[in-house]
């Protein structure tokens, strides 16, 4: 049974690197031939997807974050990471990480229970 | 402002049906077979209910359906039950490797 779990600060200061990292068990990110990716949700908004990384390690990332966003993969831990750079108080979210777990690349099967992150001083 | 325009709130009665629509345009929703609906519960994770406009993941009930017309997709729950009553968010392909834009979400609540 797969499980995504997220963990990080839970605090970051405006203009630093916020970094997160998913812990994925029951699968392996680097043999499954799966996306894994990364969405947010600010308080009381809707989602945004972040990024996907292909097992092979390709990413694609949302256009309008794409310059401060990297996403990668540690294979030796089996964990998948993101790093957000240059933060403001507009990156406050819970941050989920999840994959389709499938063939699919659109669509998010599997979920993380999310992490809030707060962007503040 | 989202990608996806979802109306904020729907509601209906237990056993009735009840539709949500997720309007966006030919670059996204209307150009791809790619929208996606998840449910989700006040402090909860989203759960993936309908994916590529008309696929229902295993365990998904069928009472869940999806459809496209144009630049629209719609949700619909039939026989609605409280458990139902829940954040509803839509999301398509938006070409361009752009996986998904989301809708802002529509919050159904069972009368």
């Known amino acids: 049974q797969l499980q995504l779990q997220e963990s990080g600060p839970g605090l970051v200061k405006p203009s630093e690197t916020l970094s997160l990292t998913c812990t994925v068990s029951?699968?392996?990110?680097?043999?499954?031939?799966?996306?894994w990716g990364w969405i947010r949700q600010s308080p009381g908004k809707g989602l945004e997807w972040i990024g996907s990384?292909?097992?092979?390690?390709?990413?694609h990332y949302n256009p309008s974050l794409k310059s401060r966003v990297t996403i990668s993969v540690d294979t030796s831990k089996n964990e998948l990471s993101l790093k957000l750079r240059s933060v403001t108080a507009a990156d406050t979210a819970v941050y989920y990480c999840a994959s389709p777990y499938s063939n699919g690349w659109s669509f998010f099967d599997q979920w993380g229970q999310g992490t809030l992150v707060t962007v503040s001083s | 402002q989202s990608a996806l325009t979802q109306p904020p709130s729907a509601s209906g009665s237990p056993g009735q049906s009840v539709t949500i629509s997720c309007t966006g345009t030919?670059?996204?929703?209307?150009?791809?077979?790619?929208v996606s609906w998840y449910q989700q519960h006040p402090g909860k994770a989203p759960k993936l209910m309908i994916y590529e406009v008309t696929k229902r993941p295993s365990g998904v009930p069928d009472r869940f359906s999806g459809s496209k017309s144009g630049n629209t997709a719609s949700l619909t729950v039939s026989g609605l039950q409280a458990e139902d009553e829940a954040e509803y968010h839509c999301?398509?392909?938006?070409?361009?490797?752009?996986?998904?834009?989301f809708g802002g979400g529509t919050k159904l609540t069972v009368l």
């Open positions: 030919s670059s996204d929703v209307g150009g791809y077979n790619y």
């Open positions: 029951g699968a392996s990110i680097s043999s499954s031939s799966y996306y």
């Open positions: 990384l292909y097992y092979n390690g390709n990413t």
């Open positions: 999301s398509s392909y938006a070409g361009n490797n752009n996986f998904a834009v």
